[in-house]
């Protein structure tokens, strides 16, 4: 019996934790202490197996592996980008956003619609969080769209869908944790997954259309009584128009001498805040030469875009890191509150203890999940895991249409952090011994991830929306009549086109690789001026070489730890073959000598200043 045991502990460990998860269990401590347990039977079992590599010596290594986490600079990038959206969030930048874009398309059949995805795009470009975009659209959007007889179960599905666009658009936290978890770099990942990212915005916008046609009835256009702004086309072309005409001026000729990115960046600048102090200019002064729809949306749009190319416009260049792009992001939404006079002390505490308490979140499931790791590598269960995966027929087709689904599963019952941090370093090896490029792979399960938040039974943003969705007729005084609530049979049936069509850009995904793989040719815009430049300043730290003060932009350590060598391998990277009389290095296990190398403790010399335990 025991025999059998030590050569299946990899399988029995993974079950039994994975069957702990799916019973509730929080997930920290039954990552942990399955670990550990599992550590205690695999060290009382080594002398059976010789494919369980754990000695009570080793148990040392998890010290190391958990500051390891807590120097990694590219998780500060989640903090960042999650205080900068929920203080956009508590600012009512979705509110100013919604009715002026619904305003704008009311006049079309789905305008609503129309206008619920493209604010859904916008607020997932800068807030990046899930349960913001959603509540803030159900709370402003739904109770319009039923108003307006829209159906209930397309309004529903359409808000829940457009919410979970924060899942895949950069700035997006599953971009984050996908490109630390694969070893690869968030300016790459965050290049690769755009287009396929402003597809999916197409594809949603298309089914609406689609509907327009079919059941026009479902998606009616908005009264004018509902549209106090009017029309104003021609000076909101006008405005659009010298818009770009700035930019082109800057680019072409008043920026001529710089660099792309410098003349990109300044460009842009003109091309916006000209326009907006026109239209602050029209409107504080009453002047009357834009109409009150050109100008609202001026005023209303230019500030999101511009925290956007703040945010992205910098990481995409090359002129900012995605933790310095998160920075820099944040002081954005707070200057924009301060400006719209909605940020005070109370919505400051809020966001600060919300983004403190999802830190905390993600950083204690790492540490659980460096826990699990050590053990599970130190029973051979990433060869359990690559032998079981690279058996599966279709190559490397098989297996990402393989893990497609497995991963579709789980995301019905877990939430996306615990499955990238338990799952995406075991399938990682397996896609990069198959070829499969990380950046690619990563997108791939960004989406898939995506799809997880509209899957019953546990879909999360169907609770977002179910908590404020109206559970009972109510009524509305606009229109003088009693109006039907939204049944959760509404919500579940209203997301299953959207479900279907997140799965055929799975398969347009893995079809065509290209969409993702295109940022490898993204050329290096830096001359060798600059770089003898930077040459000279080295000492001052950069992009995670450590010691140095080049900063190339897509230098394919962006972002990660400053402290460890490039290439330092995360949670569940795979374990290189055993060396003579020892174990695999490179996955913080023991090298001969038996303390681990770079992936573990610290190498001779304490690089990191911690003691070593030779």
């Known amino acids: 019996m025991l025999d059998l045991i030590a050569h299946n502990l990899a399988p029995i460990m993974f079950i039994t934790v994975m069957a702990m998860l799916l019973l509730g269990y929080p997930v920290v401590f039954t990552l942990a202490a399955g670990g550990m347990y599992f550590f205690v039977v695999g060290v009382e079992l080594s002398h059976i197996s010789p494919e369980i590599r754990l000695s009570w010596p080793l148990a040392q290594a998890n010290m190391n592996r958990v500051f390891d986490i807590m120097r990694n600079d590219t998780l500060l990038a989640i903090p960042f980008f999650t205080f900068m959206g929920l203080i956009l969030e508590r600012s009512r930048m979705a509110e100013d956003l919604l009715d002026t874009i619904g305003q704008l398309f009311g006049t079309l059949r789905g305008g609503l619609a129309f206008a619920v995805v493209i604010v859904g795009a916008l607020l997932a470009a800068?807030?990046?969080?899930?349960?913001?975009?959603?509540?803030?659209?159900?709370?402003?959007?739904?109770?319009?769209?039923?108003?307006?007889?829209?159906?209930?179960?397309?309004?529903?599905?359409?808000?829940?869908?457009?919410?979970?666009?924060?899942?895949?658009?950069?700035?997006?936290?599953v971009l984050i944790v996908m490109a630390d978890q694969l070893g690869r770099s968030v300016g790459d990942m965050y290049v690769g997954a755009f287009f396929p990212a402003m597809i999916i915005v197409v594809m949603y916008c298309t089914y609406i259309f689609a509907i327009t046609l079919i059941k026009p009835e479902w998606v009616p256009a908005l009264p004018p009584e509902a549209r106090p702004l009017g029309n104003g086309g021609r000076s909101l072309f006008a405005i659009l128009a010298l818009a770009g005409a700035l930019f082109v001026a800057g680019y072409y000729f008043v920026f001529e001498g710089y660099r792309y990115e410098i003349r990109v960046v300044w460009s842009a600048l003109a091309a916006t805040t000209i326009p907006y102090g026109l239209a602050l200019i029209n409107r504080r002064m009453n002047l009357g030469y834009l109409s009150k729809m050109a100008e609202q949306v001026v005023i209303v749009l230019i500030p999101p875009l511009a925290l956007i190319f703040l945010v992205l416009g910098t990481i995409f260049l090359g002129i900012a890191t995605p933790t310095e792009g998160?920075?820099?992001?944040?002081?954005?939404?707070?200057?924009?509150?301060?400006?719209?006079?909605?940020?005070?002390?109370?919505?400051?505490?809020?966001?600060?203890?919300?983004?403190?308490?999802?830190?905390?979140?993600?950083?204690?499931?790492?540490?659980?999940?460096?826990?699990?790791?050590?053990?599970?590598?130190?029973?051979?269960?990433?060869?359990?895991?690559?032998?079981?995966?690279?058996?599966?027929?279709?190559?490397?087709?098989?297996?990402?249409?393989?893990?497609?689904?497995?991963?579709?599963?789980?995301?019905?019952?877990?939430?996306f952090f615990e499955i990238a941090f338990i799952m995406v370093p075991l399938l990682a090896p397996v896609a990069d011994k198959l070829g499969i490029d990380l950046i690619w792979f990563g997108v791939l399960l960004g989406f898939n991830l995506q799809a997880s938040f509209l899957t019953p039974p546990f879909g999360f943003a169907l609770f977002y929306l179910r908590s404020v969705a109206p559970i009972k007729a109510w009524y509305d005084k606009t229109t003088d009549r009693m109006i039907e609530p939204i049944t959760t049979r509404a919500i579940y049936t209203g997301t299953l086109p959207f479900i279907i069509i997140q799965v055929v850009m799975l398969g347009i995904l893995i079809a065509f690789p290209g969409l993702v793989t295109h940022y490898k040719k993204t050329p290096l815009m830096m001359d060798q001026g600059d770089i003898n430049q930077e040459i000279n300043t080295i000492g001052g730290g950069g992009f995670g070489l450590p010691g140095s003060g080049l900063s190339l932009p897509g230098a394919p350590s962006l972002g990660e730890p400053g402290l460890a060598l490039p290439g330092l391998p995360s949670f569940g990277e795979p374990a290189e073959p055993a060396a003579p009389g020892g174990l695999p290095a490179p996955g913080g296990l023991p090298a001969p000598g038996g303390l681990p190398a770079p992936g573990g403790l610290p190498a001779p010399g304490g690089a990191t200043g911690l003691p070593n335990f030779d």
């Not at 979140?361 to 790791?373: E, K, N, P």
Request: proline share 4%; charged share 10%.
């Open 126 to 173: 800068t807030t990046g969080v899930v349960a913001a975009s959603v509540i803030a659209m159900g709370l402003i959007s739904l109770p319009i769209m039923m108003r307006y007889n829209y159906h209930p179960g397309l309004a529903a599905g359409t808000i829940a869908a457009s919410g979970t666009l924060a899942q895949i658009i950069p700035p997006s936290l």
């Open 326 to 415: 998160g920075a820099m992001g944040a002081t954005g939404a707070l200057i924009m509150s301060l400006m719209k006079r909605r940020l005070d002390m109370k919505t400051l505490m809020q966001a600060l203890d919300s983004t403190t308490k999802l830190a905390t979140f993600v950083m204690f499931i790492l540490i659980g999940a460096r826990v699990f790791a050590l053990t599970f590598y130190g029973i051979s269960g990433d060869r359990w895991v690559e032998e079981l995966l690279l058996a599966l027929p279709g190559g490397e087709t098989g297996f990402l249409i393989t893990v497609s689904i497995i991963i579709f599963i789980l995301g019905c019952f877990l939430d």
